[in-house]
């Protein structure tokens, strides 16, 4: 029975093709695999959301997908979402309303506040903590998140 | 944390699936939302884990008959968009909205709860009050186990080695409340109730209140009389255990507030 696997996926839009132990989670492949480091692997137990990438355009925690579970899948990163532009009013946001500290969070905190602009662009305050629930800030209290959310949300960003 | 090593098969049929389960020690691998924290913190170390995510056939949702067959795929997330779970059995989709978060409703999968059962999770509850009937198949042919004889106890089923879940069966009809009292969004429950009425007939089932979701039978007889006498009743069907954060009578306080908030829903009094 194989413990390593021949896999290929797409991971910012460029086609990867690793042998893969199967026990390494999808975060960890990329950090340490592909020196993808944006994504962060912070409790490793699907609680703190730091690891949240997207797969097949849906966020997912990094740490609760095998690697291998990725195979013939699209995946993509803080990097990819970053250099595309896709997440560029959300990072402005989060620059002028001080919504980082250590910054630890924040590759998740921007997937995550991308996937509510995609699916419900007119959430409000409430809606915005419910979507962002499972996503750890140590820092910042989260008022300035929901904030520059907000902002971006409702044009004022 | 990092997993112990495993080896890792990926079947593309359910007989494959079965002939590698017959190895010693093999876990099933859906959605992975429960079983790999689990493996992160060294909880369980399989040998093998056989993933059934290519089995394309266990990615449906059915009306068959007067019931929804939801397949072993099907994720928090299908089941709180799918149009044919709101319309015939809505009590599926409020209760994916209180579990965990948007990306881990993403990945985890019902049937994968229902094989766990957890019991402070949300679809056991539901499946009980919706008198669910679950579909096991295995080596020796498939069989269907009413929820009444599949939750055993704590983590505890009726699924024996080398059987997967395939999918379950929701009797579509009639009207339901879900509520749930967690600490915190996407938390687990302190307490939670999946009522659900049909022709008459009501059926309470609390989750968070003891080793398995409970059916409150007397409250529901009760419910006939007064809300109030329901809650007094409520005494006779629950005794929950303490929790981190609640006492026993703290828990079987909040089941009554969930128990008059869900029958003041339905006009009772």
Redo the contacts between chains.
């Keep these: 029975?194989?413990?390593e696997?021949d896999t290929t996926l797409t991971v910012n839009g460029v086609e990867v093709r690793r042998r893969i132990?199967?026990?390494q989670?999808l975060v960890?492949f990329l950090r340490d695999e592909l020196g993808l480091t944006g994504s962060h692997a912070g409790c490793?137990?699907?609680v703190c959301?730091a690891c949240?990438v997207r797969v097949d355009g849906?966020?997912?925690?990094g740490?609760?997908?095998?690697a291998?579970?990725a195979?013939g899948r699209r995946v993509e990163t803080i990097e990819g979402l970053s250099d595309s532009g896709e997440l560029a009013a959300l990072q402005r946001a989060f620059h002028a309303r001080n919504a980082l500290q250590c910054g630890f969070c924040t590759p998740g905190m921007l997937l995550?506040a991308r996937?509510l602009q995609l699916k419900n662009p007119q959430a409000g305050r409430e809606e915005i903590?419910?979507?962002l629930?499972?996503?750890y800030c140590r820092c910042t209290g989260y008022q300035a998140i929901v904030d520059a959310i907000e902002d971006v949300l409702h044009g004022k960003g | 944390?990092?997993?112990?090593?495993?080896?890792?098969?990926?079947p593309g049929t359910l007989e494959e699936a079965f002939g590698l389960l017959q190895?010693a020690d093999a876990r099933v691998?859906a959605g992975?939302?429960s079983l790999?924290?689990s493996?992160?913190?060294r909880l369980a170390s399989p040998?093998?884990?056989v993933?059934i995510?290519g089995i394309a056939s266990l990615d449906c949702i059915e009306l068959q008959g007067q019931s929804i067959r939801i397949g072993a795929l099907v994720t928090h997330?299908q089941v709180e968009s799918a149009a044919e779970v709101r319309k015939h059995v809505p009590m599926l989709a409020d209760a994916a909205t209180h579990i965990?978060?948007?990306?881990?409703r993403?990945?985890g999968t019902l049937d994968g709860s229902l094989a766990l059962a957890d019991p402070a999770a949300e679809y056991p509850a539901c499946a009980l009050a919706l008198d669910a009937t679950l579909i096991i198949r295995g080596r020796a042919g498939e069989r269907k186990v009413p929820v009444a004889s599949f939750f055993k106890g704590l983590f505890e089923t009726d699924l024996k080695s080398g059987e997967v879940l395939v999918a379950a069966e929701f009797p579509a009809g009639g009207d339901s409340v879900f509520l749930e009292l967690a600490r915190?969004?996407?938390d687990y429950a302190s307490v939670g109730l999946a009522a659900h009425r049909r022709d008459g007939a009501l059926r309470l089932a609390f989750f968070g209140v003891g080793d398995r979701p409970i059916l409150a039978t007397h409250a529901a007889a009760e419910a006939k009389t007064s809300i109030g006498a329901a809650q007094q009743a409520l005494a006779k069907d629950l005794d929950p255990p303490a929790d981190l954060y609640h006492s026993g009578a703290t828990k079987l306080h909040l089941a009554r507030v969930l128990l008059a908030r869900a029958l003041a829903q339905w006009n009772m009094k």
């Excluded at chain 1, 849906?58 to 925690?61: A, D």
């Excluded at chain 2, 965990?100 to 881990?104: L, Y």
């Design positions: 029975m194989e413990h696997v132990s199967a026990r989670h960890d490793e137990h699907g959301g949240t849906e966020i997912i925690r740490c609760l997908m095998l291998v579970q195979s995550a996937d903590r419910a979507h629930s499972g996503n | 944390m990092k997993a112990a090593s495993f080896a890792y098969a990926r190895s691998l992975g939302q790999i924290p493996l992160n913190m040998q093998l884990l993933d995510g997330a965990a978060h948007p990306a881990i993403n990945r915190r969004q996407g």
